[in-house]
């Protein structure tokens, strides 16, 4: 099983820019499913972005057109460039690595977008 840790959160302005990042401790290159999810407040954690194993990519409505997800498998990384944030895309960002024997996330990264 890999243990992830996500980095790049933070505190921006509506309009602004965050690219999240993800270190996986092993590959996740025949991983299933690789990607990004949230969860706000008092709401349920819902899917932002992933990649399965095919290369298919898969985003949100609520996305699209601003977010891109992307991977590193030299690096064992998973990356979210997140732009023209909105002060609804404020929630806590995991990131998740499913494969044959595990189903791995991360412990979050905070992301608020406020003026």
């Known amino acids: 099983q890999v243990q992830l840790v996500e980095s790049g959160g933070g505190l921006v302005q509506p309009g602004g820019s965050l690219r999240l990042s993800c270190a996986a401790s092993?590959?996740?290159?025949?991983?299933?499913?690789i990607g990004w999810y949230r969860q706000a407040p008092e709401k349920e954690r819902e899917l932002v972005a992933t990649?399965?194993?095919?290369?298919?990519?898969n985003y949100a409505d609520s996305v699209k057109g601003r977010f891109t997800i992307s991977r590193d498998n030299a690096k064992n990384m998973l990356y979210l460039q997140m732009n023209s944030l909105k002060p609804e895309d404020t929630a806590v960002y995991y990131c998740?690595?499913?494969?044959?024997?595990?189903?791995?996330w991360g412990q979050g990264t905070q992301v608020t977008v406020s003026p």
């Open positions: 998740r690595v499913w494969s044959v024997d595990y189903d791995s």
């Open positions: 092993g590959s996740i290159v025949e991983a299933i499913l």
């Open positions: 990649i399965i194993r095919s290369g298919r990519l």
